[in-house]
Nanobody, 127 residues
């Protein structure tokens, strides 16, 4: 069973930076993609960034392109999200997620069918 634990959230002023981390355990050879998602107050959950574990192919939602960077350290089983030039609209609970190879093959969008989720870490950006 895949378990994910996020950390690194906090409060920052607009224009500032934060780096989120997600330590994963239980990943297997069938684990294929990992991603970051967020849910702002009163909003639906949205995908932020996704990376393929093998090969490192990345995908970002338009609103964070050029500001956020997703990366991984496979030796440490850790996923990162470097967030720069933060804006108040980035305020949300951020979640780490993982997806198997079979789900990735069935997905019709880069953010579809993620199966395992962390508990989340809160990011608050003040103006």
């Amino acid at each position: 069973q895949v378990q994910l634990q996020e950390s690194g959230g906090g409060s920052v002023q607009a224009g500032g930076s934060l780096r989120l981390s997600c330590v994963a355990s239980g990943l297997t050879s069938s684990s294929y993609s990992m991603g970051w998602f967020r849910r702002g107050s009163g909003k639906e959950r949205e995908g932020v960034a996704r990376i393929h574990i093998s090969g490192g192919d990345t995908y970002y939602t338009d609103s964070v392109k050029g500001r956020f960077t997703i990366s991984q350290d496979n030796a440490k089983n850790t996923l990162y999200l470097q967030m720069d030039s933060l804006k108040p609209e980035d305020t949300a609970m951020y979640y780490c997620a993982a997806r198997s190879r079979s789900a990735t093959q069935r997905a019709k969008h880069p953010f579809d069918l993620f199966e395992d989720w962390g508990q989340g870490t809160q990011v608050t950006v003040s103006s």
